[in-house]
């Protein structure tokens, strides 16, 4: 037998020292605070038992007392230490992909410019573009940095920055932004941020503030040890006292034993499973579901949410334009499309494939198209059939002298709808009206009719202009809009929540949405979007069902619950043979506590936990 115990002595040592040398920092460091918390807990028990067991292999005659058999707790020391640090290095290795939602969004950069210079196209790397200099974009190319529209005109792709769906229409003047993507025309612009001004930088520095400053969840069982540790070792002291100076001889060592007793029997092996049980079984169920839980930590935090905050573009909505509507003037339907997308045919705009989609689910044969010409923030002319084509809005229509008569009121409907109309007119007559938007997804509007069951106020947010925002909000059923926010502003949007008191949930999917992803107190992010997204977010819907939110909170509630529950076993049974550790039995029957006994004890609270813990899985939403 003892040469059992001086074998785990030499096993134990240096997990109880080197390895579990940072409770002990931990500890000290609360003392110095005046306060106690899980890391007092686990040093003052494990070192009372393995202190306990070294007496006990290197001078077991100290214990010889009638009733009582030395044994050694070298296991269950080590036991303690190392579930507790597994536990955190799964919280660690979640926090580490915040250097990879960073990496990505420096990736999102142009590698190199192409700059004009003394006459000559030169390509140098984005680093050296300087303020001034004169650049040129070819469409399908990522724009370098920030700068101002000098020749040309194009429509810009810059949903990773506004959430638009909608290309922006760019002509001289306008700004454009780094790492914006060029769709159709060539143009030249003037560069007037480079390096760490550009808005990209900006966002990637948002992303790190947020990230770096979310303040970590106080834990539970921190709360309880705060309590917990004083009233054990305040009983213990007494324990040491009343049988010091009250106790049959050998006094010294009757106190002595009760006080470790006391101190070993008040560490519960199973506090190292209460709550990393609970969380490794309600993410596996969440993935089950569908969700992702990135750490312990958002699992925790989601049953406190009481604002959920969704971006509008990709997350509500599909996050592309498609033809809703088709008004007829003097033609059908099917006529109206068939001219509107032969005349796109050629063209590489979002709207234009949105129409020649609908053409095509119509199943109607496209005709060739001739003359094509692109009028920017306009619309199109082209002929097709021999017939004059024209497709834009209503200002393109009255500078070629077509009256759209009635078409006019029905075009300001579909505007306050929040729907883009277009005016088709062939060869000088208003023929129809085709209007696309970016409409929601079926989902959505339980989704948000089911967190409002809840207590939970819906928030949208987005980039498009306020109008498009409240009709997308009301077909949702929320009633509060945040419109024509852009990305440094979403994250502020949530600082202000939370400065009300709010616990905020916000769900995205862009990269201008990354920042207030990292703000929010649970980031979740639709798994369709984004790589970006996803890494700044703590929770992660891979379908892309934002009925996942609803589900991620039920199930935080359930786990939060299931965690209490692990945490009262696994204090209870030990908290009972606390006075059998004082030895109150003594007097009576002559009995102290015997390791067999503190064994069984901390055997079956693991049991219980993890059987608890396991209950998990029945969870359904």
Same mark, same amino acid.
């Given at each position: 037998?003892?040469?059992?115990?001086?074998?785990?002595?030499?096993?134990?040592?240096?997990?109880?020292?080197?390895?579990?040398?940072?409770?002990? %920092?931990?500890?000290?460091?609360?003392?110095?605070?005046?306060?106690?918390?899980?890391?007092?807990?686990?040093?003052?028990?494990?070192?009372?038992?393995?202190?306990?067991?070294?007496?006990?292999?290197?001078?077991?005659?100290?214990?010889?007392?009638?009733?009582?058999?030395?044994?050694?707790?070298?296991?269950?020391?080590?036991?303690?230490?190392?579930?507790?640090?597994?536990?955190?290095?799964?919280?660690?290795?979640?926090?580490?992909?915040?250097?990879?939602?960073?990496?990505?969004?420096?990736?999102?950069?142009?590698?190199?410019?192409?700059?004009?210079?003394?006459?000559?196209?030169?390509?140098?790397?984005?680093?050296?573009?300087?303020?001034?200099?004169?650049?040129?974009?070819?469409?399908?190319?990522?724009?370098?940095?920030?700068?101002?529209?000098?020749?040309?005109?194009?429509?810009?792709?810059?949903?990773?920055?506004?959430?638009?769906?909608?290309?922006?229409?760019?002509?001289?003047?306008?700004?454009?932004?780094?790492? %914006?993507?060029?769709?159709?025309?060539?143009?030249?612009?003037?560069? %007037?941020? #480079?390096?760490?001004?550009?808005?990209?930088?900006?966002?990637?520095?948002?992303?790190?503030?947020?990230?770096?400053?979310?303040?970590?969840?106080?834990?539970?069982?921190?709360?309880?040890?705060?309590?917990?540790?004083?009233?054990?070792?305040?009983?213990?002291?007494?324990?040491?006292?009343?049988?010091?100076?009250?106790?049959?001889?050998?006094?010294?060592?009757?106190?002595?034993?009760?006080?470790?007793?006391?101190?070993?029997?008040?560490?519960?092996?199973?506090?190292?499973?209460?709550?990393?049980?609970?969380?490794?079984?309600?993410?596996?169920?969440?993935?089950?579901?569908?969700?992702?839980?990135?750490?312990?930590?958002?699992?925790?935090?989601?049953?406190?949410?009481?604002?959920?905050?969704?971006?509008?573009?990709?997350?509500?909505?599909?996050?592309?334009?498609?033809?809703?509507?088709?008004?007829?003037?003097?033609?059908?339907?099917?006529?109206?499309?068939?001219?509107?997308?032969?005349?796109?045919?050629?063209?590489?705009?979002?709207?234009?494939?949105?129409?020649?989609?609908?053409?095509?689910?119509?199943?109607?044969?496209?005709?060739?198209?001739?003359?094509?010409?692109? #009028?920017?923030?306009?619309?199109?002319?082209?002929?097709?059939?021999?017939?004059?084509?024209?497709?834009?809005?209503?200002?393109?229509?009255?500078?070629?002298?077509?009256?759209?008569?009635?078409?006019?009121?029905?075009?300001?409907?579909?505007?306050?709808?929040?729907?883009?109309?277009?005016?088709?007119?062939?060869?000088?007559?208003?023929?129809?009206?085709?209007?696309?938007?970016?409409?929601?997804?079926?989902?959505?509007?339980?989704?948000?009719?089911?967190?409002?069951?809840?207590?939970?106020?819906?928030?949208?947010?987005?980039?498009?202009?306020?109008?498009?925002?409240?009709?997308?909000?009301?077909?949702?059923?929320?009633?509060?809009?945040?419109?024509?926010? +852009?990305?440094?502003?979403?994250?502020?949007?949530?600082?202000?929540?939370?400065?009300?008191?709010?616990?905020?949930?916000?769900?995205?999917?862009?990269?201008?949405?990354?920042?207030?992803?990292?703000?929010?107190?649970?980031?979740?992010?639709?798994?369709?979007?984004?790589?970006?997204?996803?890494?700044?977010?703590?929770?992660?819907?891979?379908?892309?069902?934002?009925?996942?939110?609803?589900?991620?909170?039920?199930?935080?509630?359930?786990?939060?619950?299931?965690?209490?529950?692990?945490?009262?076993?696994?204090?209870?049974?030990?908290?009972?043979?606390?006075?059998?550790?004082?030895?109150?039995?003594?007097?009576?029957?002559?009995?102290?506590?015997?390791?067999? +006994?503190?064994?069984?004890?901390?055997?079956?609270?693991?049991? %219980? #936990?993890?059987?608890?813990?396991?209950?998990?899985?029945?969870?359904?939403?």
């Amino acid at each position: 037998m003892q040469l059992n115990f001086f074998l785990q002595f030499l096993i134990e040592t240096p997990v109880q020292f080197w390895i579990g040398w940072q409770f002990y %920092t931990g500890a000290f460091a609360a003392a110095r605070h005046r306060t106690t918390n899980m890391n007092t807990l686990i040093a003052v028990g494990t070192s009372s038992a393995y202190i306990y067991s070294v007496a006990a292999t290197f001078f077991p005659e100290l214990f010889e007392l009638k009733g009582y058999t030395a044994g050694v707790y070298f296991d269950t020391a080590a036991t303690i230490i190392v579930l507790i640090l597994l536990g955190r290095l799964f919280e660690a290795r979640a926090k580490g992909q915040t250097s990879e939602a960073i990496k990505k969004l420096i990736g999102l950069q142009a590698r190199t410019a192409l700059i004009l210079k003394d006459g000559q196209e030169i390509d140098i790397p984005v680093e050296e573009v300087e303020i001034g200099d004169i650049i040129i974009v070819k469409p399908g190319e990522k724009i370098p940095v920030d700068g101002v529209l000098k020749e040309g005109y194009s429509s810009v792709d810059e949903s990773m920055v506004t959430g638009e769906s909608m290309p922006t229409e760019k002509n001289i003047g306008d700004s454009v932004i780094g790492a %914006t993507i060029n769709k159709t025309g060539s143009f030249r612009f003037e560069a %007037t941020k #480079v390096g760490k001004d550009t808005m990209l930088s900006h966002i990637i520095g948002m992303v790190q503030s947020a990230q770096g400053s979310k303040p970590p969840i106080a834990r539970m069982a921190d709360l309880i040890a705060s309590y917990f540790v004083p009233a054990v070792m305040s009983i213990a002291s007494l324990t040491f006292i009343v049988w010091y100076f009250f106790g049959p001889e050998p006094s010294f060592t009757y106190a002595v034993l009760n006080f470790i007793a006391v101190l070993i029997i008040a560490c519960p092996c199973a506090l190292g499973l209460a709550t990393p049980t609970s969380i490794m079984v309600g993410t596996g169920k969440g993935a089950e579901n569908g969700i992702l839980i990135s750490s312990g930590e958002a699992l925790e935090t989601a049953h406190k949410i009481n604002t959920v905050i969704f971006d509008k573009t990709g997350t509500l909505t599909k996050g592309s334009p498609e033809v809703t509507d088709i008004i007829k003037g003097d033609l059908s339907e099917e006529d109206i499309l068939l001219y509107a997308a032969s005349a796109e045919k050629g063209s590489e705009h979002p709207l234009a494939e949105a129409i020649i989609k609908k053409a095509k689910d119509y199943r109607i044969e496209l005709k060739d198209a001739g003359q094509f010409k692109a #009028v920017p923030g306009h619309g199109i002319k082209s002929e097709v059939n021999g017939k004059v084509v024209i497709l834009g809005n209503e200002r393109f229509m009255q500078d070629e002298g077509i009256d759209t008569g009635n078409l006019k009121i029905e075009a300001e409907r579909l505007s306050k709808e929040g729907k883009t109309p277009m005016f088709l007119s062939v060869d000088k007559s208003a023929s129809g009206i085709i209007a696309v938007s970016d409409t929601l997804k079926e989902e959505s509007v339980e989704a948000v009719r089911s967190l409002h069951s809840l207590g939970i106020e819906v928030v949208m947010i987005t980039g498009d202009n306020k109008r498009t925002g409240e009709a997308i909000a009301s077909q949702a059923g929320i009633d509060r809009v945040l419109a024509e926010v +852009l990305p440094e502003e979403k994250a502020n949007e949530v600082k202000k929540l939370q400065s009300e008191s709010r616990v905020v949930a916000m769900v995205g999917d862009g990269i201008n949405d990354a920042p207030a992803l990292a703000q929010a107190d649970v980031g979740i992010a639709i798994g369709t979007g984004t790589d970006v997204a996803m890494e700044a977010s703590d929770i992660t819907l891979i379908s892309g069902n934002i009925k996942g939110v609803v589900t991620a909170i039920a199930l935080s509630k359930a786990t939060l619950r299931n965690i209490k529950q692990n945490l009262f076993w696994a204090f209870a049974y030990n908290v009972i043979l606390i006075p059998v550790a004082a030895g109150v039995l003594f007097p009576f029957f002559g009995i102290l506590l015997n390791p067999m +006994l503190a064994a069984g004890a901390m055997g079956f609270s693991s049991v %219980t #936990v993890v059987s608890n813990a396991l209950r998990l899985k029945r969870f359904r939403v």
